[in-house]
């Protein structure tokens, strides 16, 4: 089982930029997951290993970049162009996967993070 911890997270203004940061390591697939209050965990972005596949949900695509430093074995999420509705408890996921492969359903995880506040307000 992979171990993950996640930094980052804080309470910034609409349109504000910020940034995810969790451990990973190699042949690990990474996704970041959300779940805001009274909501269901809902998927926000996936990066395979090497890092040459990339998905995002709709809300975020366009604002949001999952990225991975495999040197630094590190995952990132920025996130642009905050919105009142990203506000939410934001969670890393892992688990081993095949090069190339990438995963958006929380239960083909294995490992968690944490999870950090983000909260988008004015």
């Known amino acids: 089982q992979v171990h993950v911890v996640q930094s980052g997270g804080g309470l910034v203004q609409p349109g504000d930029s910020l940034q995810l940061s969790c451990t990973t390591s190699?042949?690990?697939?990474m996704g970041w997951f959300r779940q805001a209050p009274g909501k269901e965990r809902e998927f926000v972005a996936a990066?395979?290993?090497?890092?040459?596949?990339?998905t995002y949900s709709t809300s975020v695509k366009g604002r949001f970049t999952i990225s991975r430093d495999n040197a630094k074995n590190m995952c990132y999420l920025k996130m642009n162009n905050l919105k009142t509705e990203d506000t939410a408890v934001y969670y890393c996921?892992?688990?081993?996967?095949?090069?190339?492969?990438?995963?958006?359903?929380?239960?083909?995880?294995?490992?968690w993070g944490q999870g950090t506040q983000v909260t988008v307000s004015s």
């Open positions: 996921a892992a688990r081993r996967g095949v090069s190339g492969a990438y995963y958006t359903r929380a239960g083909e995880y294995t490992s």
């Open positions: 190699a042949w690990i697939t």
């Open positions: 990066i395979s290993w090497p890092g040459t596949k990339t």
